[in-house]
């Protein structure tokens, strides 16, 4: 992957932001509550994830999450990629438990080949079905709503649904195939549709 520097880039610094908020906030824990998730859906597809949330207000937090994947998988598969979503979100009732709205933004890079299963999702791209003969490799940004519920479990730990929607507009380098081929041009598109999808399991401290 060209932009592997820029990969590792970001997630230090997103590791280093994680660090800031854990020492900034671990020492006011009891008051504002610290919880640190993995998103359990992609962990299941070998995605290095971890999320970050705080609270600023009685009813109200702050999640970051990331998510890196730097693998290539069998048949030219290859599902590479790095990102970041921030999510401000208001809880209908006490805050880490219960139902949710969030408001989210992402950004992010990556490179892809091979349909795999993405054929199958509804609303996707119509570029998609173009990845068994060709390779993307680009960036995106945008934003969106979403709807979530957190279940209690314990007394640290939760198991958190999120399911959201929105806008990304992605710009990406169109090359003939995964390890071989000349750059045949550039395209951009504008995506509407599913932005966030979670099965999260918590840790509150």
């Known amino acids: 992957m060209e932009s592997n520097a820029s990969v590792l880039k970001s997630m230090r610094i997103c590791i280093a932001l994680t660090l800031v908020f854990l020492l900034s ?78 408001i989210h933004a992402h950004g992010g890079i990556f490179n892809m080949t091979g ?7 509804p609303f996707l791209p119509s570029s998609v079905a173009r990845l068994d003969e060709e390779r993307h490799q680009g960036w995106f940004a945008g934003a969106g709503i979403a709807y979530g519920y957190a279940v209690i479990l314990g007394k640290h730990w939760n198991l958190e649904f999120e399911l959201g929607a929105g806008y990304a507009y992605t710009k990406y380098d169109v090359f003939e195939c995964a390890e071989c081929g000349s750059k045949l041009g550039q395209e951009d598109q504008h995506y509407i549709g599913l932005t966030k999808a979670a099965i999260n399991l918590v840790y509150v401290f």
Not at 31 to 58: R, S
Not at 115 to 121: A, F, N, R
């Open 115 to 121: 349909t795999g299963v993405l054929d199958k999702i």
């Open 25 to 102: 906030f671990s020492s006011e824990s009891r008051a504002q509550n610290v919880a640190l998730k993995t998103n359990l859906a992609y962990d299941a597809v070998a995605a290095a994830n971890l999320g970050l949330e705080f609270g600023l207000a009685p009813r109200w937090t702050m999640d970051i999450s990331g998510n890196y994947m730097p693998w290539n998988f069998y048949n030219g598969l290859t599902r590479k990629h790095a990102f970041v979503q921030p999510e401000a979100r208001y809880w209908f009732c006490d805050r880490f438990a219960g139902h949710f709205l969030g």
